[in-house]
């Protein structure tokens, strides 16, 4: 109901500014009221800037799913590459076949640092923008973790409330390029200055162009109810949005923060903090102008259901498992640092539909980019990943 007099509301405001340019007398007929609202179409010009530790590898298998369920063109990262140029700020480039292709990609997930006039040249003038932020954190905590053995203040240090009781200590701001997962790294992503000052007025600049260059922020603390969002806002279906969780770890890698390196956290990465702040606030604002706190509820549930009947068909454990305990080498995920990232097994039985389905649902990011770009790109050389291969084209 809502939805039909939101769009019945704006059916009428234009012929209102049509009528009145043509200087006719505005009268409301019965049939005019009685205008069903244009149903929306699934937006398929997408853009998600993939931010580090956010659950990002998840959404990333969502909108690779859904380039294939269309038959969209994916920007992919050139060569071997599997991100866009990352840390490097991002140019059109980095994507494969743009001299070529141009500016007719359909999707662009892959990593890359945001440089909104070089995306622009890639992407299509009407595309949706959207992002994910998380709680500064229990996001530094997976980074010391995720990129202990990569990151020399994190290298240097015992453990995270180490390095937390005095950052300053382990990070050289000279050594910025090889240190940007230990401050700030979801502003650094967005194409900022991770080591700025956090000084009010430039905040509250970079906060508004955010704004400006993104239709929508996702906060990955509330996964589920951010995919009910998206769902809503691209038009998508439910099962457009259905995930297993990828790239997670095993819990016994977790380190307890202390209540002092929490704190220390905000100070640290204050600038994240105050992004997080204020996104995860628009955020929820979005949700109740939208969609209303009961129907998000709701449709959350639906995602879990569904979500729960899937696993109960592609997999032989209902969870992801440890590294060691994956049984085809050719769905092992890159594993970094200290974390043990889980992956899945499927049930042996399926039908070839059904595998094939359940295999996109649980495949790793390297594996998947790389099967991608095989099909985008079959003249080139297939990206390397050191593993078997599942399939190498769309037909097996």
Not at 88 to 112: D, K, P, W
Request: proline share 4%; with cysteine; charged share 25%.
């Amino acid at each position: 109901l809502i939805i039909f007099s939101f769009c019945l509301g704006l059916t009428c405001l234009s012929g209102f500014f049509h009528m009145k340019n043509k200087n006719y007398r505005i009268s409301k007929s019965h049939e005019e009221l009685l205008i069903p609202p244009t149903p929306c179409h699934a937006k398929t010009n997408v853009m998600f800037l993939k931010t580090h530790k956010t659950a990002s590898s998840t959404v990333l298998n969502i909108m690779f799913r859904f380039a294939e369920r269309y038959n969209l063109t994916v920007a992919l990262p050139a060569d071997q590459l599997f991100h866009l140029g990352y840390p490097r700020t991002f140019v059109a480039h980095f994507v494969e076949g743009f001299e070529t292709i141009g500016q007719n990609y359909n999707i662009m997930c892959n990593h890359l640092r945001f440089n909104p006039l070089e995306v622009k040249k890639v992407m299509a003038a009407n595309t949706f923008y959207f992002s994910i932020l998380r709680n500064p954190i229990p996001l530094l905590e997976s980074s010391y973790i995720y990129y202990k053995n990569n990151v020399p203040a994190f290298r240097s240090s015992k453990n995270v409330n180490e390095f937390l009781a005095s950052p300053t200590k382990y990070y050289h701001p000279a050594d910025y390029r090889e240190n940007i997962y230990a401050r700030n790294i979801m502003w650094f992503d967005f194409g900022y200055d991770n080591n700025a000052e956090d000084d009010t007025k430039y905040t509250q600049a970079v906060l508004e162009e955010i704004e400006q260059n993104f239709h929508l922020i996702l906060i990955a603390d509330y996964f589920d109810e951010s995919m009910i969002l998206l769902k809503h806002t691209l038009c998508w279906d439910l099962d457009d949005v259905i995930y297993f969780k990828l790239n997670s770890r095993s819990q016994d890698t977790v380190q307890t923060l202390s209540p002092e390196s929490e704190e220390q956290i905000k100070a640290w990465c204050s600038l994240d903090w105050k992004l997080y702040l204020h996104f995860n606030q628009s955020f929820w604002r979005r949700i109740e102008e939208t969609i209303g706190l009961e129907v998000l509820e709701k449709e959350v549930d639906e995602l879990r259901t569904r979500q729960k009947e899937l696993m109960e068909t592609c997999l032989s454990e209902q969870e992801a498992v440890r590294k060691d305990h994956i049984r085809n080498k050719a769905l092992l995920p890159f594993q970094s640092g200290a974390a043990n990232i889980l992956g899945y097994n499927l049930k042996q039985d399926l039908d070839n539909r059904t595998l094939r389905t359940c295999q996109k649902m649980v495949m790793p990011e390297l594996q998947y980019t790389s099967y991608l770009y095989a099909v985008q790109h079959p003249q080139k050389k297939r990206k390397e990943v050191g593993l078997p291969l599942l399939w190498t084209s769309r037909q097996e």
